[in-house]
C-alpha cells in the first residue's frame, strides 16, 4: 500500500516537472509537457529532432532542411538571413530549436516560447544532443537509441582508422577566397578520425582563409572538400607541387554528410576515411 502510494506520488511529479535539460548556452529549457509543436532554425537541427523521434511534431523548419523526406513537407519559416516571425507565431509552436549564433527575433523571446540553443562543436555532442531533444519530445526511447547507435559507429570507425599511418589533409571549404577549418571545427575531428592529419589545424578560429602559398608550403597528400553545387572547387591541376595533385588525391565529398551536424554526419566520416585510406595505400605504395 505504501509503495503504490510512494509511486503514485513519484508519477505524480513526474507529470508536474515534465523535461528539464540544459542546452548549449548553458539555459534550462524546462517543459511540463512533450512538445507537440516544434520548429527547427537549421536543416541539422531538422535531421536530429527526427532522428530522436520527434518527426511528427514538426510544424515548421529552415529553409533547405531537406532531409528527411518528411521535412520538405513542412512550412518554411526561416532561412539564414531572415525568420518569418508571423508565420512563426500563427504555428503556435510550443519549442522551437536553433542553432547557437542563429538570429531569433526579440518578439519570441519576449513571448516566453521556449528555445533551445544548440552549439555542436564535437561529434560527441551528437548523441547527448539526441537524448536532450528526445526528453523535450517525450520520445526518449527513440532518442536514446539513436544516440547509442551513433555512438556504436562511431568507436567501429574509431578502432578502424584510430592506429593507421597518419596522413597529411588539406580540407577546402571555399574556393574564392581559398577557406579552411581548424581544429575547432568538427570537420577536423572527421579528419583525425580517418587517422589523417589537418596541415591547418592550428590556425585561429573555426573556418578561416589561407593563401595558396600556404597550401604549397604544407603541401598536403590529400585534399578534400564538398561537392556542392555552389561551393566550386579550385583548379588544382595547376598546382603540381603539391602531392594531394600530382598523385591525384583529390576528393569531394558529399556536402551534407560532413558539413551539416545531424547523425548522418558519419557517413560523411566513412566516406572522408575510404578516400584517406585509398591515398595511405598509394603513400605505401610510393615509399
Known amino acids: 500500500m505504501r509503495f503504490a502510494f510512494l509511486l503514485g506520488f513519484l508519477l505524480n511529479i513526474s507529470i508536474v516537472y515534465g523535461c528539464e535539460v540544459l542546452d548549449d548556452e548553458g539555459r534550462v529549457v524546462a ?39 518528411g521535412a520538405t513537407r513542412l512550412p518554411v519559416v526561416a532561412d539564414v538571413n531572415h525568420v518569418d516571425i508571423e508565420r512563426l507565431l500563427m504555428l503556435r509552436p510550443d519549442l522551437i530549436v536553433t542553432w547557437f549564433s542563429g538570429t531569433i527575433p526579440q518578439q519570441v523571446i519576449h513571448k516566453g516560447m521556449p528555445v533551445y540553443f544548440s552549439n555542436t562543436r564535437r561529434l560527441s555532442d551528437i548523441p547527448s544532443t539526441l537524448k536532450r531533444l528526445g526528453c523535450l519530445a517525450g520520445t526518449d526511447s527513440i532518442a536514446v537509441a539513436a544516440a547509442n547507435d551513433f555512438s556504436n559507429r562511431y568507436e567501429l570507425l574509431q578502432q578502424r582508422y584510430q592506429r593507421k599511418q597518419p596522413i597529411s589533409v588539406f580540407y577546402q571549404v571555399w574556393p574564392s577566397p581559398l577557406m579552411t577549418i581548424t581544429r575547432r571545427s568538427w570537420i577536423n575531428e572527421l579528419i583525425e578520425l580517418c587517422g589523417g592529419r589537418n596541415v591547418f589545424a592550428d590556425l585561429t578560429g573555426s ?22 553545387p555552389d561551393n566550386g572547387q579550385v583548379s588544382w591541376q595547376h598546382w603540381q607541387r603539391i602531392d594531394a595533385v600530382k598523385r591525384h588525391f583529390i576528393f569531394a565529398l558529399h556536402p551534407d554528410w560532413v558539413e551539416r551536424a545531424g547523425p548522418r554526419i558519419l557517413l560523411g566520416a566513412e566516406e572522408m576515411c575510404r578516400a584517406i585510406d585509398q591515398a595511405r595505400q598509394g603513400a605505401n605504395h610510393v615509399s
Not at 573556418?207 to 556542392?228: D, H, Q, R, T, Y
Open 207 to 228: 573556418a578561416v582563409n589561407v593563401s595558396m602559398e600556404a597550401v604549397l608550403l604544407k603541401n598536403p597528400f590529400v585534399i578534400l572538400g564538398a561537392a556542392s
Open 31 to 69: 517543459l511540463a509537457h512533450p512538445a507537440k509543436r516544434i520548429i527547427s532554425l537549421a536543416p541539422d537541427l531538422t535531421e536530429l529532432v527526427f532522428a530522436a523521434g520527434a518527426g511528427s511534431a514538426v510544424v515548421g523548419v529552415m529553409r533547405h532542411s531537406d532531409y528527411p523526406e
